[in-house]
T-cell receptor
Framework: DAKTTQPPSMDCAEGRAANLPCNHS???????VYWYRQIHSQGPQYIIH???NNETNEMASLIITEDRKSSTLILPHATLRDTAVYYC?????????????FGKGTKLSVIP | GAVVSQHPSWVICKSGTSVKIECRSL??????MFWYRQFPKQSLMLMAT?????????EQGVEKDKFLINHASLTLSTLTVTSAHPEDSSFYIC??????????FGSGTRLTVV
């Protein structure tokens, strides 16, 4: 599975957009980009995933560059409850079950 | 959406005793569940893959005789920490799902061995 690189921490003002980058330069053509987040002392929560097209759901938007070597998770209006560690995971998920390998992620702090 | 229930949320046990943690998929069937462990200020580490009706697959360095996994039905997997020691104190988390739209995680179990 392709490795990912994320900044260890970021701050974002409440109400502003939080843009979390992820580099995955060795991604393969059939690998998806998944984003999860973990609020302190809770289990991780699925946010969004994509292959090559930009994706949007009720939680966030995912922007994947044309060469697929990097992506950005966007929380359009960050709230204090969005303070968490965000994990970018690249994996092939087209053959049934697969294992998720968590890196260190980005610790996002939303500041009042 | 898919719901995974994990129980207990926290447990304190004496050194040398065993502790069982349950992971249930409430509204779907899960042939595969995963067990993770997370130490303070560290990321989640996959311990084992639990397969319904067969033996679990353990990650390198995880003692299968110490961390017993049973996946007897399509909605329940259990992790038993046998002869627990203080170094086993950690946050244990299970996950399950269809995979294609991401896995659902349990709320985790905080184990403290005293």
């Amino acid at each position: 599975d392709a490795k990912t690189t994320q900044p260890p921490s970021m701050d974002c003002a409440e109400g502003r957009a939080a843009n979390l980058p992820c580099n995955h330069s060795t991604i393969s053509g059939n690998e998806y980009v998944y984003w999860y987040r973990q609020i302190h002392s809770q289990g991780p929560q699925y946010i969004i995933h994509g292959l090559k097209n930009n994706e949007t759901n009720e939680m966030a938007s995912l922007i994947i560059t044309e060469d697929r070597k990097s992506s950005t998770l966007i929380l359009p209006h960050a709230t204090l409850r969005d303070t968490a560690v965000y994990y970018c995971i690249v994996i092939y998920s087209g053959a049934g079950s697969y294992q998720l390998t968590f890196g260190k992620g980005t610790k996002l702090s939303v500041i009042p | 959406g898919a719901v995974v229930s994990q129980h207990p949320s926290w447990v304190i046990c004496k050194s040398g005793t065993s502790v069982k943690i349950e992971c249930r998929s409430l509204d779907f069937q899960a042939t595969t569940m995963f067990w993770y462990r997370q130490f303070p200020k560290q990321s989640l580490m996959l311990m084992a893959t639990s397969n319904e009706g067969s033996k679990a697959t353990y990650e390198q360095g995880v003692e299968k005789d110490k961390f017993l996994i049973n996946h007897a039905s399509l909605t329940l997997s259990t992790l038993t920490v046998t002869s627990a020691h203080p170094e086993d104190s950690s946050f244990y988390i299970c996950s399950a799902g269809t995979g294609l739209y991401g896995y659902t995680f349990g709320s985790g179990t905080r184990l403290t061995v005293v």
